[in-house]
């Protein structure tokens, strides 16, 4: 359950890794402050107030003299910071004391209340930043305003911006840093992104803490190994054509020489069946070619492949919905999707293409009103040289890597090839390619 209140990002969740020991250090902080320093402090002077109080009262009643009592409460008023008034025959009429809005008032109604032995009433007024005391006195009433700084510590308000003020610096200083130390992950996760679209990573540096350095070492180590891989396979398979080009040449020359034969056209037909093959052989190797990710229009490929493949003979139907632009390999892509209206064109009378945007990906679906491929071999007809034997004759196939190079070619720019029904009852080609 905690998990999903907690921030996915790495630089959200150390945040939180500095964050919760302040707050708790704070918390703490307060709880001891507030329960015994400020609370000691705070009783202290709410006891000076009512020895005062008691005092001038007992002064008071010592003297009945308007004169001596007007030059008591005037010597008070000027020499304890508080300010006393006597209202002659305006007797007090004290109920139970107040709670206290706060635990600081109520306990100040406590002290004051254990310190004064007579009757009196307790207001705060928050407005004039004084409270207001009246005490009970022979006929009349004592009114005394009590300043807030008298009863109360001003170190609580100095020590809560200190705290905040100090918390927000911290926390400035954290995110700052932070930023530094989170910015090349996500410059590496970026490269791996371009280089997992087949896009060129040559200006990506290590940089950042060791353990990311070293995560980024072996990231361009692997690909470089990649890259290795990729154009080893390439160069293999176009010298493994290449080669055997020679040995066909020298027996297509040797069966023009027999003539036209029985014996030699069943031969001519077996050359020709390994020349396409041979072809086959180096359109996978050029699937894997050094061709530079740009950007491209691909309603405007699109249209170029359709339109070949209708010069071809073949019946397609084109429609894009908004504009198309991405980035990414423009032959390979053109090349994938000719493979596929080929496939469709074999099999099937009319196709059609539809190309769209799904959010941050482009989705480009190719279907026919033919067979179909079986549910259970959708996913193997992707392996290269594999060849349905039921629903499409292979008689009339290539050498079964079609499909293999179209998914080959999507997925090296970080998309993919997935087939299905199409809603004609055929089969559907879906292309996603990330924008």
Same mark, same amino acid.
């Given at each position: 359950m905690l998990k999903r209140f907690l921030p996915r990002s790495l630089f959200g969740r150390a945040i939180i890794i500095i964050i919760a020991p302040v707050v708790l250090l704070q918390v703490v902080a307060a709880i001891v402050f507030f329960d015994r320093h400020l609370e000691s402090v705070t009783r202290r002077m709410a006891r000076s107030v009512a020895g005062d109080i008691s005092f001038v009262t007992a002064a008071l009643s010592r003297n009945s003299e308007s004169l001596a009592r007007f030059r008591i409460l005037q010597s008070a008023n000027r020499r304890l910071n508080l300010n006393f008034t006597l209202l002659a025959e305006q007797p007090l009429t004290a109920g139970p004391l107040p709670t206290g809005g706060t635990p600081i008032e109520a306990l100040l109604i406590r002290t004051i209340d254990e310190g004064l032995e007579l009757a009196f009433t307790i207001e705060n007024q928050p407005a004039q930043k004084h409270y207001l005391i009246r005490v009970a006195f022979e006929d009349g009433t004592l009114q005394v305003l009590v300043p807030h700084n008298r009863v109360t510590a001003a170190a609580s308000q100095v020590l809560a911006l200190w705290t905040i003020g100090s918390s927000l610096l911290l926390l400035a200083i954290a995110i700052l840093f932070l930023r530094n130390q989170v910015r090349p992950i996500l410059r590496l996760a970026q490269a791996a992104d371009r280089l997992g679209k087949g896009q060129e990573v040559e200006d990506f540096k290590p940089s950042g803490a060791s353990e990311v350095r070293l995560a980024a070492d072996a990231f361009l180590r692997m690909r470089d190994r990649i890259e290795r891989q990729i154009r080893q396979r390439t160069e293999m398979l176009a010298?493994?054509?290449?080669?055997?080009?020679? =040995?066909?040449?020298?027996?297509?020359?040797?069966?023009?020489?027999?003539?036209?034969? =029985?014996?030699?056209?069943?031969?001519?037909?077996? #050359?020709?069946?390994?020349?396409?093959?041979?072809?086959? @052989?180096?359109?996978?190797?050029?699937?894997?070619?050094?061709?530079?990710?740009?950007?491209?229009?691909?309603?405007?490929?699109?249209?170029?492949?359709?339109?070949? &493949?209708? !010069?071809?003979?073949?019946? #397609?139907?084109?429609?894009?919905?908004?504009?198309?632009?991405?980035?990414?390999?423009?032959?390979?892509?053109?090349?994938?999707?000719?493979?596929?209206?080929?496939?469709?064109?074999? @099999? &099937?009378?009319? %196709?059609?293409?539809? &190309?769209?945007?799904?959010?941050?990906?482009?989705?480009? %679906?190719?279907?026919?009103?033919?067979?179909?491929?079986?549910?259970?071999?959708?996913? &193997?007809?992707? !392996?290269?040289?594999?060849?349905?034997?039921?629903?499409?004759?292979?008689?009339?196939?290539?050498?079964?890597?079609?499909?293999?190079?179209?998914?080959?070619?999507? !997925?090296?720019?970080?998309?993919?090839? %997935?087939?299905?029904?199409a809603p004609a009852g055929g089969l559907r080609a879906t292309v996603r390619l990330p924008v």
């Amino acid at each position: 359950m905690l998990k999903r209140f907690l921030p996915r990002s790495l630089f959200g969740r150390a945040i939180i890794i500095i964050i919760a020991p302040v707050v708790l250090l704070q918390v703490v902080a307060a709880i001891v402050f507030f329960d015994r320093h400020l609370e000691s402090v705070t009783r202290r002077m709410a006891r000076s107030v009512a020895g005062d109080i008691s005092f001038v009262t007992a002064a008071l009643s010592r003297n009945s003299e308007s004169l001596a009592r007007f030059r008591i409460l005037q010597s008070a008023n000027r020499r304890l910071n508080l300010n006393f008034t006597l209202l002659a025959e305006q007797p007090l009429t004290a109920g139970p004391l107040p709670t206290g809005g706060t635990p600081i008032e109520a306990l100040l109604i406590r002290t004051i209340d254990e310190g004064l032995e007579l009757a009196f009433t307790i207001e705060n007024q928050p407005a004039q930043k004084h409270y207001l005391i009246r005490v009970a006195f022979e006929d009349g009433t004592l009114q005394v305003l009590v300043p807030h700084n008298r009863v109360t510590a001003a170190a609580s308000q100095v020590l809560a911006l200190w705290t905040i003020g100090s918390s927000l610096l911290l926390l400035a200083i954290a995110i700052l840093f932070l930023r530094n130390q989170v910015r090349p992950i996500l410059r590496l996760a970026q490269a791996a992104d371009r280089l997992g679209k087949g896009q060129e990573v040559e200006d990506f540096k290590p940089s950042g803490a060791s353990e990311v350095r070293l995560a980024a070492d072996a990231f361009l180590r692997m690909r470089d190994r990649i890259e290795r891989q990729i154009r080893q396979r390439t160069e293999m398979l176009a010298g493994v054509s290449h080669d055997l080009r020679t =040995p066909l040449t020298r027996m297509k020359l040797e069966l023009a020489m027999l003539g036209e034969t =029985p014996a030699a056209a069943e031969m001519q037909a077996d #050359v020709e069946e390994m020349e396409r093959m041979i072809e086959g @052989y180096l359109a996978f190797a050029r699937g894997a070619d050094g061709e530079r990710a740009v950007e491209t229009d691909l309603t405007q490929l699109l249209e170029e492949t359709v339109g070949d &493949a209708r !010069r071809h003979g073949a019946e #397609v139907d084109f429609a894009a919905e908004g504009e198309l632009r991405a980035r990414l390999r423009p032959q390979s892509l053109k090349r994938c999707v000719a493979n596929l209206l080929s496939n469709a064109e074999r @099999y &099937a009378r009319r %196709t059609s293409v539809e &190309a769209r945007r799904d959010g941050d990906m482009i989705e480009i %679906t190719v279907d026919d009103d033919g067979p179909g491929i079986p549910e259970a071999e959708r996913e &193997a007809v992707f !392996r290269p040289f594999y060849r349905l034997e039921g629903s499409r004759n292979p008689g009339t196939g290539g050498v079964g890597l079609g499909l293999a190079i179209a998914r080959d070619t999507v !997925r090296s720019q970080g998309g993919d090839v %997935t087939l299905g029904e199409a809603p004609a009852g055929g089969l559907r080609a879906t292309v996603r390619l990330p924008v």
